[in-house]
């Protein structure tokens, strides 16, 4: 029997989230549930496991309609939703996470012989062989994701939602996962599964579910009937121009130097220029030091030695204000973590480092910040929204909105399009090509090997700790990328 | 994929009055309830000299403690600075050094305090409850010591009229407690200054790589507001013209709970000045309120917690409604 949303209704203050959206999965089937950031996946995920209510629709399983109260009538309905942050317990022992909750006891005490013996038997339905007593904290997260679903499994959960579950795991751990996956399907229960990824989407799932802006788009009751680009066009609305958008600028004359920087996390000197108007990328493995090379310039971390000369003007050391002010500006890697102030609006944070004068000139800020969201296309109600509830892309605009309000020279772009949409990518890279058509110098750090091939004009690559080579834009290929920021056999 | 921000919906009206007001709510029907069911409560000369100059010490301090909350740290040493303080003016005025010099002194023997709470805080990154904890005991000590142990009596008239002076008929330490709020109020709402700290107990990380000198502005939140707890402390010397080793015992509690009563966020990030005002009224009427009904002191412990815990509970509810 199917699991049906029927005009299922969420709404946030000043936000609404879902807006009647209603579909069917059928049972013995792998249903993928795609959507930009915001589209209200997320949302939809938490209804189902019972973390949110709606505030009208119904949710029908095996022709009868739930009453989901909280996260314990989900799971006794059958339903099990795992997340992308896993709701494991690092602290405690792989058995011990299973069976939170409902330990098997003896007058009291714990029921080891008992729980061991179980918790192998539940590993065994996914095919996995781990020791009970092992910390769940010292898994791989692959591992700790087939401990999830293990213990859905074990509670015979009917649906299973998985929201990005290959966004960590290695190319192996997804051909295990796939596996299991494909198994469930045969067992007959329903597998929702949310991804970004087109080649898995097309690889394990028999249909799609659309959603925008909160609006079921469509259903594809199965996959064969939709291509690629038709679920992009769904999800973003409109056409997109892929990340092959490269368009040929003025490039100027030199404006950074960096020489002989050096400092944690580089093991031979760094130098090298940046161009007016242009756009250079700087790829490596993770651990290279790409991230610690914009710190250095940044000033974000102390250089142990090394010079950077912009414009003529040469500086030993510099700190994130007298980088600010010098026009050097940096977007770090993790926004949330790095870049946002959650709790503060939108306003707070566009003007957030870039003060002045020491009293606040309200009007003034406001209006910065209204220009860039305005330039930036941020979506939001208004500049007064608290930026912790925008999406990630959008965040990640309005980040990138803060430093380029003063004579921006050099932009320094930490993974600006890590963990955001296909649409707000695209408008990220835009809003990266205009600033250097402006003349802004532009240094990309960027694990997507097609990102940076689409939009730099040049790329370095690093390699543990230094920097092993650089490519012109006509030179460059994915082979010649990886090539060069693989690890070299000692020498 | 956090929460979306789709097309808005209409907010309830009661809904609003309760984001915007919340915790005021309960001050003024706090105040409207004892206006009619206690006697006396709306005469002048308990509202100014009762209810008024019992609040003054926690709230010059919480004006101090406001900005360390909003940047996400606070301060237990503030009641040892403040005996401290008030130690230094009497003993130096009892060495013959006139009232401004006096005050002036404890004043920067707070901000040194302070600035070293500060600098241990924010450059070696001890947490700050180990900091102020190990400090609080230090300055008391050092309170002790300052006068073997005995308190000390204050002579000079014109040091006393700090705290017993009423210019236009309302006495110097409620002037004194404006002039605070009016200062760290504008001090936290309208200058950049005040922004970047509630920035850093938003987000630190973020707010040092936008450039905002994060350590700069905790050490001197931490020196500010040590001498505004030096002040208070020569506030209540000049009032009781004593000085007192052993008092202001408890005091780092009461202004944080003051705080957060009426809204200041415990974990940084969220806070304001009318927070400082209505968090110290409330706890003010309901002190005087119970004096005024000769409740006994045993059971005044006892409502005071409860009122504490009920006011954060009622903060909880609140965010559980706004946010997501």
Known sequence: MPLIFDGIEKAFPGVRALGGVSFEVREGSVHALMGENGAGKSTLLKILSGAYHPDSGKLILDGQELTIRNTQDALAAGIAVIYQELQLVPQLTVAENLFLGHLPSKFGWTDRKTLHSETKRILALVGEDIRPETQVGRLPIAQRQMIEIAKALSRDAKVIALDEPTSSLSSREVERLFAVIQRLREEGRIVLYVSHRMDEIFRICDAATVLRDGQHVQTWSTINEVTPDGLVRAMVGREVDTLNAYRSRPIGETTLTVRDLIGPGIREKIGFELKKGEIVGLFGLVGAGRTEVLNLIAGTTKAKGGQIDLDGNSYSALNPQKALKIGIGLCPEDRKKEGIVPIANITDNVNLGVRKSFVIKGRAERANAEARVQQFRVRTPSVDQKIGNLSGGNQQKAIIGRVIGHNLKVLLLDEPTRGIDIGAKSEVHEIVRNLAEQGVAVLLVSSEMPELLGICDRILVMEGGRISGELPRSKATQERLLELALPKKSS | ?324
């Open chain 2, 1 to 324: 994929m956090s929460t979306p921000e789709k097309s808005p919906v209409i907010e309830s009206p009661f809904r609003k009055v309760w984001d915007r007001a919340g915790i005021l709510v309960v001050l003024v029907a706090l105040l409207v309830g004892s206006a009619v069911l206690v006697p006396n409560f709306l005469s002048t000369n308990n509202l100014i000299y009762s209810l008024g100059l019992s609040v003054t010490t926690t709230g010059i301090v919480a004006c101090g403690m406001l900005f360390a909350l909003a940047a996400g740290d606070f301060d237990l040493s503030v009641g040892s600075v403040a005996a401290f303080a008030g130690m230094v003016a009497a003993v130096l005025l009892s060495k013959g050094f006139g009232p401004v010099p006096a005050v002036l002194l404890s004043l920067v023997a707070g901000l040194f305090i302070g600035a070293a709470n500060g600098f241990i805080i924010a450059v070696c990154g001890i947490n700050a409850l180990i900091t102020t904890l190990a400090t609080m005991q230090i300055v008391r000590g050092l309170a002790y010591i300052l006068n073997d142990g005995n308190s000390i009596g204050v002579g000079n008239m014109s040091f006393a009229a700090l705290g017993t002076g009423t210019p236009l008929g309302v006495p110097m330490p409620l002037w004194t407690l404006l002039f605070c709020l009016v200062v760290f109020g504008l001090l936290l709402h309208r200058t950049v200054y005040g922004r970047n700290s509630l920035a850093i107990g938003g987000n630190k990380e973020a707010a040092h790589l936008a450039g905002v000198p994060t350590k700069k502005v905790q050490i001197t939140i931490f020196a500010l507001l040590s001498m505004l707890a030096a002040l208070a402390g020569v506030v209540s010397t000049a009032q009781q013209q004593l000085g007192d080793p052993k008092g202001m015992t408890g005091l780092e509690l009461r202004v944080i709970s003051a705080c957060v009563l009426g809204g200041v966020s415990l974990t940084g990030g969220i806070g304001s000045i009318s927070h400082v005002i209505v968090g110290v009224l409330i706890m003010g009427t309901v002190q005087n309120v119970m004096d005024l009904k000769s409740v006994p002191t045993f059971y005044q412990y006892l409502i005071s917690g409860a009122i504490l815990l009920a006011a954060v509970l009622l903060d909880k509810l609140k965010q559980r409604g706004t946010s997501r």
